[in-house]
């Protein structure tokens, strides 16, 4: 393929394209308009805010959001009305936003809000001249298994996935890319499934057999590998908030870990998703409560804790309470409900007192805001977890204990009297109003109290019960986006009336109702996704695609996606053998750069200064990476970790100069240059050999002979250079505390750790392709 | 949905564009491009929607943030009504229900405490400083002193993290972080964002990363946190043995590489990879060039005093602020610990006013040497006030002031505000008499002289519009000049 574009003229030209479809796409309204799809998304964003759910806000007693209110008279002007189904010229609301007279056009000016463009008026007139029909929003309707769309080429499908797949890139034109190539598919597993590129040898004997075969055995190997748990953990430690330290100013450290070893042993055990949530919301209150199941609740305790002195401990108290909610509510249910802390919801059904009602099942535990500040600081906060050496030793083998003794999480645990919980006037703490009991969001699901009881377990129940219409949707998205970068729901977190509507509503709705119907089988999900022949497609880019789909969101190819911070990291310890495939245990302190902690500690507590780890401890997997709050490790966050402060669904990812220069210097990445080029150079196979098993083991496929020819001159250019004594080989080896075999030629160990080095640096060393 | 989907696709196109080529290089221009992408809006807002929203008053800003909170009352608030009072109880009239902190809620009585220190007035508009300000009561007519200050926070964290986002909680953008995104930087070789730490030897109170957070906003608009060891850039330096050659020979390589691969996939990141690789070669060169103050000339070591050759202290921080602003780096913010005078006041703050007295006031007077300071918004103040009374036992020459949200002093100065004194409180010092300032008025009127309304300043994240003044906050044109 031909490719002569810059990079700045694709993207100008994406854009372009972009607007121009934005500017076409209304004019081409489909014939018949779609209240959940066309019309609700506009309403949403422009009316809501003022005539929606939220009571207090609510202007000239109108409503949009309620087929009953709209079309009855006017409260303010009982002649008009805001919409005569089936005529558009007699709906004041077509008159006020057409109007030309600022007073009169909606929204207002000073709402802040833009008028609704050309495009838009047109969907509400003509869905108004169809009737005006309103539908319940789609993500509180149940999902329901469609029959497989018709396609042409049925051989092209692997599974289900790819009937809708390739129905949606058939009606936009597009086709499916070629299957990719062997050495491309299996790093893209070996890293989504286990977060590790393949070794040399598994590259060898996936290479030697019948690819299809070859494909299905390394899925079930990968599969079952241990690293799978901690690949899958990655991710719900985002939502679960994980970390090491307290947060707040002191930012002291606690013990969560076994929590996260927990999250990791539960995925490679494939405890079903509807009790791995069990579990994580109420194992407490489970008859027999096992103390496994009681850790699954530091899940709820993951939040940041304060130890400032002369803080008012019922005000922590409250916000640790809200933190639940909202962990629970975005993570699980996509849902954002924060506003109704304060006021009724402006979008979503959602009112401040429905709002309260889920706090009340957070708002029962035995914890307190504040148990003393940091010189009384405690690894755990009540209630607290204890579990013995014995209980490790014996029936807890997944926790990584490495010192002997207990050790401490905090976690859930109901007080002996239920606090009463009210409504918060504005969310304040010390403004209780009316009492209300613990519920949950009726809107979603009515809180049938026959069934549940008015507690978390309760709450358990509620959300995986299979009529609940969001928990099945929302984790298969979030497990979609794992490997395909973006959800069929993009905005992850928000499956709202302000979120985004799904690009294969039917597939996320089949994948969702076949999930619950296989026992939430988690491992068959993956498998499902990374069996399907949409994602084994190649990720080349064509023409066509920035035309029509620049952003894939048809998926008629596979993307090509950064690694996460963690995984960078990973991919650099792995290929040059330092990493320390040990599994859970203690966070660790490796390489970081001087002064971080302590120019910005308090000079209080544990953590004020860092006290580096030394030998195998600094060559642990990113996630074991000890993550203080208010400090979080820099090479993590540049490369758009999330920080920990509150439940996240979604990394962005970004590309700065900055991430450029840990490559360049960051010592871990040295030290695996040189540690990895020494060893090469011991092994005695001949530069070549050299240069490319070092580019196949980090880039996992041959070097193209173009590829090979730079390596060798840039070799060739740098041993001349040390050779010279223009460039001081010792001093360039002497990064990282692995010892230097001195034994070897240190001018060619040098130059080859500084192509090594390079390749490191390669865009694609970072990227599954 | 048709739409939905295109326009997300579009702002993503937007972001891409710009964290693909930009480290906050922004400029005006690209700051156009960058704001659309607040609305959800169609091609028309867009268009329209160029920033600044109005002509700016200042293109910069430095943020001198006293952590801990300074004391107004032994600074700039003078009350010689306290000193009919001393020891006398605080009327409960005056305390009106305040919530006080965990630290004095137990305390029996609440002794009034007067300031140890002595006050004069200085400057046309007779703003009155204490002793300890000597440096800064000469420069006092650049000021403007806002002494009506207020907060709803009472711990430090929350008010911290309010004063910097506009939030108590939550993982919003900071101040720096929102202007980033919204006017970019002016220097593409330097991020528009830069945070410098110090500590003072009074009783710290930490700070956090959060504090200059992107938030929801791309992290390309996060604080970049310099440091005064030898990479005043986190990984900055190249390994030693590699000088400026060896590293341009490696990376003409990489970018070598990078197009095989390019020409592989054709997918428009690699090439951008490569631009960002070349963007912090060109930063190995331009960010110690700034932060090299080996080079001062003797007057301005004068100026700032003589703690501004040791790196990280306060004074170093003001010079290196100077300095990055000059280089054109949107916002730069300073935190200084140490203000947290809960016992033993009168003798922790002359120590904190002696490592900032002086460098304060000659960034002042350096700014307006270089015929900058029209253009640079300088703001100095903590993230609450303290008690008039005393927390702890008073004794005649000592004292401790525990937090008070409910008035205090900052001080603002340079682009575009109005120099004078702004506000009053009662004469006990404990509630504002005239014209309140709250967090997010003070957040607002900041942003109007950047030159943006902060109304309109909004990015859309989970189906809200959020901006840095939350749903609050007005403009406060008194401040302004």
Redesign the interface.
Known sequence: ?K?TI???I??AG??GI??W???H??QDA?DRI?YN??VR?ILS?KCFACHGPDQNKLQAGLRLDLAKNAYAPLPENPGAFAIVPGKPDSSELMKRITSKDPDYLMPTPDS?L?PL?E??IEIIRKWIEQGAVYEKHWAFIPPQKAALPKVKDTDWANNEIDYFTLAKMTEKGLEPNETASPEYLLKRISVDLTGLLPTEAEMDEFAADDPEAAYEKALDRLLASPHYGEKMALYWLDVARYSDSY?????NIRTQWPYRDWVIHAFNKNIPYDQFITWQLAGDLLPKASKEQILATAFLRNHKY?E??????EEYRV?YALDKVKTYTKGLLAL?VE?AQCHDHK?DPVSQKDYYQVFGFFNTSKESG?EGDVSVSKPAKTPILTLSEKEIKGVLTFINQRDTGSVTVSVMEEADTARATYVLNRGAY?QPTDLVKPGALAAVLPFDTTRYQRNRLGLAEWTVTKENPLTARVFVNQIWQEFFGAGLV??T??F??????P?HPELLDWLAVDFMEHNWDIKRLVKQIVFSATYRQS????EKHLEVD??N?YLARSP?LRFKAELIRDMVLATSNLLVKEIGGPSVKPYQ????WE??????GELKTYEQDKDSALYRRGMYTFIK????P??M??F?AS?R??CEVKR?S?????????M???PTV?EASRVFAQQLQAENQGLETNLSRAFRSIICRKA?P??ME??K??YA??LA?FQAKK???Y??L??GEFPINKKLNLDESAALM?VV???Y????AI?K? | ??????????N???R??L???S?GLGSVALGSLMIPDL????????LQSGLPHFAPKAKRVIYLFQNGAPSQLDLFDYKPKLRELQGQELPASIRMGQ?L?????DQASFPLASSKFTFKQYGQHGAWLSELLPYTSKIADELCFVKSMYTEA????PALTFFQTGAQ???RPSMGAWLSYGLGSENKNLPAFCVL???GKGN???????LW?NGFL???H?G??F???E?P??????????DKD??R??LD??A???D??????????????????E??YR??TAVPEVTDLNHEPESIIKLYGPECLIP?TYAANCLLARKLSESGVRFVQLYH?GWDAHDSLPSQIVGQCKDTDQASTALILDLKQRGLLDETLVIWGGEFGRTNYCQGTLTADNYGR??HPRCFTIWMAGGGVKPGVYGETDEFGYNIQSDPVHVHDFQATALHLMGLDH??L?YKH???RYRLTDVHGKVVSGLIA
Do not use: W
């Open positions: 393929m490719r810059t990079a700045t694709l993207i994406i854009i972009v607007l479809s934005t500017r796409a209304g489909p779609s799809f066309h998304p964003d802040h833009s463009t495009p838009e947060g707040y100013q002191d930012d304060t400032e002195g002369g803080v008012i401990p916000e954002t506003c979008y504040f010390d993009k905005t977190g928000d709202g009336m302000q979120g985004n509507l690009t990720s080349e880019v064509r620049p952003e969101l090509r750069p001087k002064g971080l120019v910005a500690s308090s000079g209080r709050l208010t400090l979080p820099p090479s966050i540049m758009d920080n402060d509150q962005t970004t590309n700065t100069p900055l991430q450029a220069l840990i360049m210097n960051d040295l193209t173009k590829e730079i390596l001159g840039y250019e740098q250079l460039l001081d080989a001093k360039t002497a990064v500084k080095n390079t390749i640096n390669l865009e694609e990227t392709s | 949905m048709e739409k939905e989907v295109l326009e997300h696709g579009l993503l196109n937007r891409k564009f964290s693909r080529l480290l609305f959800s809006g169609s091609e028309e807002e867009l919530r902190t965990g630290m004095t809620a009472i711990n430090h964290d909680v939550g993982n730490l110090s500590k710290g109170q930490g700070v956090y990363s959060k957070t791309d992290s390309v996060q970049v946190q440091s005064n060891s990479d850039v986190l990984y900055l330096n190249n390994p030693d043995a590699m060896d590293r020979r490696m390589r990489l070598q590489l990078n095989e691969n390019y020409q592989a996939f054709g997918d428009p990141e690699i090439n951008a990879k490569v631009q960002q690789y963007m912090a930063m190995q990280g610990q525990d937090h109304e309109k909004i989970l189906g809200r």
